[in-house]
T-cell receptor, first 116, second 112 residues
Framework: GAGVSQSPSNKVTEKGKDVELRCDPI?????LYWYRQSLGQGLEFLIY????????KSGLPSDRFSAERTGGSVSTLTIQRTQQEDSAVYLCASSRSGTSGSYEQYFGPGTRLTVT | KQEVTQIPAALSVPEGENLVLNCSFTDSAIYNLQWFRQDPGKGLTSLLLIQSSQREQTSGRLNASLDKSSGRSTLYIAASQPGDSATYLCAVSDNAGNMLTFGGGTRLMVKP
């Protein structure tokens, strides 16, 4: 079946603009995760959804970052007033469940964000 | 706070060699450990998932072991091939929500 998909694959934006990144998880996966991969910081967790609710937002770096998930499926990560330090690859993953920590995570190809 | 370390950061071997990649983590109270492969400019491909109650998992030429008490995992690659060249990442889940903490990765180059 189809894997995790993300769009756009690349996004170049000017400093101060808002951007939206989209993630389509594997069908039937109730848990969805956003991570960020940057040269200086490696791969870091941003936010986790179980269904439509976000039990853990602890990784969001500032209040300019927000995310939502609708219908237990598609998720959107929004970055407001982008800064150059937001430049990174944003990766989305999904798994069958986010409870009990037992399930394999499957990653999408990522969105490369460049803030100029 | 969980910290994951991978050694070496980079490794170059001739084709055909068997090799071992190392991963260590500071908090042994984990739910699972997952090994991933990342090709340049691509997302992560899951290789193996080891539950905390397991000691090892095997898939083809790959074997991953887990020693939870000592906070270590190894990924063994048998008979390496140039197509194995990639960055290998290990990640642990130490929470019920299954959020992963990643190591910095080992960049592997297998030369023909």
């Amino acid at each position: 079946g189809a894997g995790v998909s993300q769009s756009p694959s690349n996004k170049v934006t000017e400093k101060g603009k808002d951007v939206e990144l989209r993630c389509d998880p594997i069908s039937g996966h109730t848990a969805l995760y956003w991570y960020r991969q940057s040269l200086g910081q490696g791969l870091e967790f941003l936010i986790y959804f179980q269904g439509n609710s976000a039990p853990d937002k602890s990784g969001l770096p500032s209040d300019r970052f927000s995310a939502e998930r609708t219908g237990g499926s598609v998720s959107t990560l929004t970055i407001q007033r982008t800064q150059q330090e937001d430049s990174a690859v944003y990766l989305c993953a999904s798994s069958r469940s986010g409870t009990s920590g037992s399930y394999e995570q499957y990653f999408g190809p990522g969105t490369r964000l460049t803030v100029t | 706070k969980q910290e994951v370390t991978q050694i070496p950061a980079a490794l170059s071997v001739p084709e055909g060699e068997n090799l071992v990649l190392n991963c260590s983590f500071t908090d042994s109270a984990i739910y699972n450990l997952q090994w991933f492969r990342q090709d340049p400019g691509k997302g992560l491909t899951s290789l193996l998932l080891i539950q905390s109650s397991q000691r090892e998992q095997t898939s083809g030429r790959l074997n991953a072991s887990l020693d939870k008490s000592s906070g270590r995992s190894t990924l063994y690659i048998a008979a390496s091939q140039p197509g194995d060249s990639a960055t290998y990442l290990c990640a642990v889940s130490d929470n019920a929500g299954n959020m992963l903490t990643f190591g910095g990765g080992t960049r592997l180059m297998v030369k023909p």
